[in-house]
């Protein structure tokens, strides 16, 4: 089993404007990195590596979380909106009417002007997970052979290789990439409302199979009881991350 253990970066200044960010590099100011100080990780992701999205309000939430610098993923960058970025979902609809209706009703096809679709985020994204779950085998393989010689030679096992517990990554990215993975791994088509609501300030723990294709194990697992730096962030699924 591979676990991937996605966690979405605290909220900055813009999304709790309720602005879509997409590849805007908006930081986190000092209200959102206090509480993320507050964040502590699940047991489940004890031992696993972690990679994060270089832009700075995912990058920075995980060398907060982690107490040290994760290795970027270019892969994990937001969604791009395109156009739509600075603006807010509320703006678009009273400006585009029916018009942004029906490009929601596309669903894994939906796609701002000039940004992605969660088709080509999950394009994206796929190589990813199979090289995750690549990795993972591979470690299996060897942690494995390394235990059976230590058996045969009768070697000191203390010294030999552990187990460090599955094998897998944290990955601390944005909505719009966690939301194309649990639609990928739940069969959700974007076009209806989502399987869960994906609260901020939690993590989601997914198993990938041995070509990367996830599967949903456990969803918004909390990381803190403090609460967000704006009443109500934590509340609803954010528009974008």
Not at 106 to 115: L, Y
């Amino acid at each position: 089993m591979t676990r991937l253990i996605l966690i979405r970066h605290a909220p900055t200044p813009w999304n709790r404007a309720k602005k879509l960010q997409g590849r805007t590099d908006v930081p986190l100011d000092a209200a959102a990195e206090a509480w993320v100080r507050a964040w502590r990780l699940p047991p489940e992701a004890r031992g696993l590596a972690a990679i994060a999205s270089p832009l700075a309000r995912a990058f920075r939430t995980a060398e907060i979380l982690l107490g040290a610098a994760p290795a970027p993923e270019p892969r994990l960058v937001e969604m791009a909106y395109g156009a739509w970025e600075g603006e807010t979902i509320a703006d678009l609809a009273a400006r585009l009417g029916p018009a942004l209706a029906e490009n929601e009703a596309r669903g894994w096809d939906f796609q701002p002007p000039g940004g992605e679709s969660p088709r080509m985020v999950r394009a994206r994204v796929a190589p990813l997970l199979a090289e995750i779950a690549a990795e993972a085998q591979t470690g299996e393989a060897q942690t494995g052979e390394a235990q059976t010689g230590e058996a045969q030679t009768g070697g000191n096992q203390s010294g030999g290789t552990q187990s460090g517990g599955p094998p897998g990554r944290i990955a601390v990215c944005h909505t719009g990439v966690i939301r194309t993975i649990l639609g990928w791994a739940s069969g959700w088509d974007h076009r209806h409302p989502p399987p869960a609501v994906l609260t901020d300030g939690t993590a989601h723990l997914f198993t990938l199979a041995a070509d990367g294709t996830p599967t949903v194990e456990r969803l918004n697992l909390p990381l803190t009881d403090a609460p967000p730096p704006a009443a109500g962030s934590a509340a609803r699924e954010p528009a974008d991350g």
